[in-house]
């Protein structure tokens, strides 16, 4: 047996833990083997040594302070809130149920606020409800009319809404209403005025009055207006079967336009009359929010002489409306905010207000 | 729910220490404590407080921290009581909670160690080691207890100079007298892996004393 072997023993050999015929082998050496036998003085040494150490006591008040801790366990254990929430299988259903439930609540609580918000959050869509077919032609409104007495047509101007909007950009795009029944209206309602200008002749009059830089990048409701007047004072009569299409149209686009989110709705478009007894077609818009409230109306003069207004609705609720002389002057600009008024321009003239 | 009872085996004095007699069997006591028995636990508290803080001491080498080690052990022995089922003994059951309980401390000790700031109440560090602070004592003979005490010291420091995981089988077979099956049992390791660390232990300390005495 090597000298290593028998050091590596010698611990064993010391607890009394080596089998009998190893523990022979080893006395056997250490007997020849000084060296061995020196390391295994020492080793007995070192343990003596160790064990020789002294215990430590333990402080005085040890056993007290150890049972008032374990007091406090045992109470703690049978106190109620305990028992309700020491299982872990008991205590995690429960914060979990009570996480799930703050979370739904939370959830709620936020819909409940939602609207407030969405209203300077949401973006309108590219296209809206307001959209509505380019072909549609702008007798479309009157089909029925044109057969009822000119009293009952007149009360039929008293259009409460209409689709006859366009989207984002708000760019009024309003359809005039038919020819007859504007020229019927102007004869009907001035009878012993002055003799009312024919719209025939007026319409390019008020085309002309138009720039042409307007109709380019801003292209003003007035001109729209003027445009579809001078088609509609043309004459010439829609063809029934586009009148049915369009009619087709104009429910299809009247359905979005209860789904609207904000924008702009027609209220209301009525007929009155310059000083001369002209007739002037005078529209009015309801700025509506997310929900569907009113905040405002535009009221403008489709005749008037003031062109290229200018109007951006944008997502967040803001209204800009500018509007500008037939030469490109800047009449006024302002800024209509969701949570109130506020103008940007250079008067204070008061063709539109807002007030929420 | 738990209840206390009167004690099944007298208690002579719960402050003393040593007092209670070692021979009794823990497992009456242990039973009457998984029965809510308190004051059959507070005999166990009294008969293993001294061996299970010398294990917490030796393992972690600062009193303070040994001590608070030994009561942690004892609370959480009495919480756990109730799944003690017999298979080892008691003192093997409540030493694995010590041993586990320092090594735990003693590595919150080291972590702190570099955080902590220097305090004059320090031990001085030595080219030996810590110079351990003065503990008062009865000891007659001066001069006989500081060569026994300088022994002590060295051996204690050569034993703090240890791997924790020697450490702890030395202290648990030298000091503590643990067999090696109990070791293995408490460690959670073979009885051979016991064998092997406690004879690289010794040796280790071995080389240490001779280093530090200049012979054994």
Redesign the interface.
């Known amino acids: 047996m090597e000298h290593n072997d028998i050091r590596h023993m010698l611990s064993d050999y010391l607890d009394g833990s080596l089998a009998a015929q190893e523990r022979g082998e080893l006395e056997e050496h250490l007997k020849a083997c000084p060296v061995c036998e020196n390391a295994l003085r020492e080793l007995r040494k070192t343990i003596e040594q160790i064990k020789a150490i002294e215990e430590i006591e333990p402080p005085a008040l040890m056993t007290q302070k150890i049972m008032a801790k374990v007091r406090a366990e045992a109470k703690g254990e049978t106190s109620i809130f305990h028992k309700l929430f020491y299982p872990l299988a008991i205590k995690l259903p429960i914060q979990a149920v009570a996480v799930t439930f703050l979370a739904v609540t939370t959830f709620y609580v936020y819909l409940s606020i939602r609207p407030a918000a969405k209203f300077d959050v949401t973006p309108l869509p590219e296209t809206t409800q307001f959209a509505v077919k380019k072909d549609t032609p702008p007798s479309v409104i009157n089909r029925d009319e044109q057969n009822m007495p000119q009293d009952s047509r007149l009360r039929s101007k008293q259009v409460t809404q209409a689709p006859e909007y366009k989207s984002l950009d708000m760019k009024p795009e309003y359809k005039a209403p038919s020819l007859p029944a504007l020229k019927g209206l102007a004869a009907a309602s001035a009878p012993t005025s002055a003799p009312a200008k024919p719209v025939e002749q007026s319409a390019p009059e008020k085309n002309q009055m138009i720039p042409g830089k307007h109709a380019t990048a801003r292209q003003s409701p007035g001109k729209v207006q003027m445009q579809g007047q001078a088609a509609s004072a043309s004459g010439t009569p829609a063809p029934s079967k586009a009148n049915s299409e369009s009619l087709d149209s104009l429910k299809k686009a009247e359905e979005p336009a209860d789904k609207t989110e904000a924008g702009r709705r027609l209220a209301r478009d009525i007929i009155e009359r310059h000083s001369n007894g002209e007739p002037k077609l005078v529209v009015t818009y309801e700025i509506i929010d997310l929900l569907k409230v009113k905040l405002t109306e535009e009221r403008f003069n489709l005749e008037g002489d003031r062109h290229g207004i200018q109007k951006e609705f944008y997502a967040s609720g803001q209204l800009k409306t500018e509007a500008q002389y037939g030469d490109g002057k800047l009449d006024w600009y302002r800024e209509y905010r969701p949570d109130g008024l506020k103008k940007i321009g250079k008067s204070d003239y008061d063709w539109f207000w807002l007030k929420k | 729910?738990?209840h206390e009872t009167k004690p099944s085996v007298a208690l002579s004095n719960?402050?003393g220490?040593g007092t209670v007699p070692i021979s009794d069997d823990d497992a009456t006591l242990v039973s009457s404590s998984q029965n809510?028995d308190?004051s059959a636990?507070?005999l166990l508290?009294?008969r293993h407080?001294?061996r299970m803080?010398?294990i917490a001491?030796r393992l972690i080498g600062d009193?303070d921290e040994?001590?608070e080690v030994?009561?942690d052990a004892?609370?959480s022995a009495?919480?756990n009581i109730k799944t003690f089922r017999g298979q080892a003994k008691f003192t093997t059951w409540l030493t694995a909670i010590t041993v586990n309980l320092s090594k735990n401390r003693l590595k919150q000790m080291k972590s702190r160690q570099g955080r902590v700031a220097f305090s004059l109440n320090d031990p001085i560090q030595t080219e030996d080691g810590n110079m351990t602070l003065d503990q008062p004592s009865n000891e007659p003979s001066v001069l006989d207890q500081l060569v026994k005490r300088d022994?002590?010291s060295r051996?204690?420091e050569c034993?703090k100079k240890l791997d924790s995981t020697y450490r702890e089988v030395?202290v648990l077979?030298?000091?503590q007298d643990f067999s090696?099956e109990e070791i293995g049992t408490m460690l959670k390791m073979r009885e051979g892996t016991v064998?092997s660390r406690?004879?690289r232990a010794?040796?280790m300390?071995?080389n240490c004393?001779?280093l530090a005495m200049g012979d054994?």
């Open positions: 729910m738990l719960t402050a220490v809510g308190l636990f507070e508290v009294c407080q001294k803080l010398n001491f009193y040994a001590c030994a009561q004892f609370v009495y919480k022994v002590q051996v204690q034993i030395l077979r030298d000091m090696y064998k406690l004879f010794r040796a300390i071995k004393l001779k054994l």
